[in-house]
């Protein structure tokens, strides 16, 4: 059976006391244990001015799979990362793609477990510092832990809440990562990144979950760096914090959902809007004020939803566009249905019961109401029901 192929891509600058020390360390007693994987090293250099690559250059004789990428000049991380998938795939016949630092803060040892994790099902394998087993160095300063914690919940919470990888990747920010090319990252699009700095990272992570890849979490004891230079600079956290911003605002869920908002704050001033035309007609009437109010609204409130059935279609859910005449009236139907049941039954139950329960508290009822359970109720229904992707 032929082995797959594990290309483990390392970005290199100004490491030349690590770089002879890592590759030989990898060749000779981390890739023999890996027995069922062909593993290469491509090592991504961008010119470094201490002559890392040219330490690379002279192990290859010795190490036919290794590789070396040479940028002509300092390009950063996350350029070196991208040119280096690249490489991987089109040239070194990559199954597995394994980001990996060249100064030993990566353990090489858990070469073996990530790839043991990939036979065993797993998409992409992250070396967590969160987890049990796994943890931040201990020559790591105040500063330094306090921006890896609080940057890495910030990131989680932007990019994943509140959705089941919020709670299942506890580790965003780690760098430490094999990924199943077939299926993943052959489909990802690496031309057009919001970062060529540490941002990547996120990127990279976004896309691969995006992409439905099926997450494993290791233990990561991340070393304190010995030798060379950190690629860690004054920007990083600017830099990565703006990435994860961008990656959830034009995330197509976080823009469907803000078209659900803006539909429905329409809809709310189409029901005050035409409460006051029908209240103005039925005025006249012989019926008295309280059954004109409840006319006029629940008339308004016809008209604020058949609003909200027509821009939701052609706005919100555009891409589940419903256009067949027989599907409009059935869809209409049943956001009718829907609508008067999240809309009104179950928030003017809840209302009745907390009003019973704590007293007449009407304007904080339906801010709960309204916000806990009216709005995630209809964006469920309509995703789930009305506007469902085929």
């Given at each position: 059976m032929k082995k797959q192929t ?97 100064d030993f803060q990566h353990p ?237 039954a179950i928030p003017s139950s ?41």
């Open positions: 594990a290309v483990v891509v390392v970005p290199t600058y100004n490491e030349a006391e690590s770089i002879g020390e890592m590759i030989d360390h990898l060749f000779t007693k981390t890739f023999p244990k890996v027995a069922n994987w062909e593993c290469k090293l491509l090592i991504v250099d961008d010119t470094s001015p201490d002559g890392t690559y040219k330490i690379v250059e002279k192990l290859k004789s010795k190490y036919p799979n290794l590789y070396l990428y040479l940028n002509k000049e300092k390009m950063g991380i996350g350029f070196a990362y991208v040119v280096g998938f690249k490489e991987a795939m089109s040239k070194l016949g990559a199954d597995v793609i394994i980001e990996f630092d060249g090489p040892e858990t070469i073996p477990v990530m790839l043991k994790e990939i036979d065993n099902g797993a998409d992409y394998v992250l070396g967590s510092r969160k987890v049990k087993g796994g943890s931040n160095p201990k020559g790591w300063g105040f500063k330094r832990v306090f921006f890896s914690e609080v940057g890495g919940l910030v990131a989680r919470f932007v990019l994943f809440f509140p959705f089941k990888n919020f709670f299942q990747i506890t580790d965003p920010t780690t760098g430490l990562k094999a990924s199943r090319v077939k299926g993943f990252v052959d489909k990802m699009d690496m031309d057009h990144l919001y970062s060529m700095k540490f941002g990547y990272k996120l990127e990279f992570l976004y896309k691969m979950v995006k992409l439905g890849a099926k997450v494993k979490e290791i233990p990561l004891q991340f070393g304190l760096r010995q030798k060379g230079e950190s690629k860690i600079s004054s920007g990083t956290a600017k830099d990565i914090f703006r990435s994860v911003f961008l990656l959830r605002w034009h995330d197509e869920t976080t823009q469907k959902f803000l078209k659900f908002g803006i539909v429905g704050g329409f809809g709310f001033v189409v029901n005050v809007v035409f409460a006051r035309v029908f209240k103005a007609f039925l005025i006249n009437t012989e019926f008295g004020i309280s059954l004109i109010n409840g006319l006029s609204n629940a008339l308004a409130a016809e008209m604020a939803i058949i609003s909200n059935f027509i821009w939701n279609n052609v706005w919100t859910f555009s891409q589940q566009k419903i256009t067949k005449v027989d599907s409009v009236i059935k869809k209409f139907f049943a956001f009718n249905v829907s609508s008067l049941l999240t809309g009104v809840v209302i009745a019961v907390l009003t019973l329960a704590f007293g007449d508290y009407l304007f904080a009822y339906q801010i709960i109401a309204i916000f806990g359970l009216t709005v995630p109720l209809n964006w469920i229904v309509y995703n789930k029901l009305i506007w469902k992707k085929k």
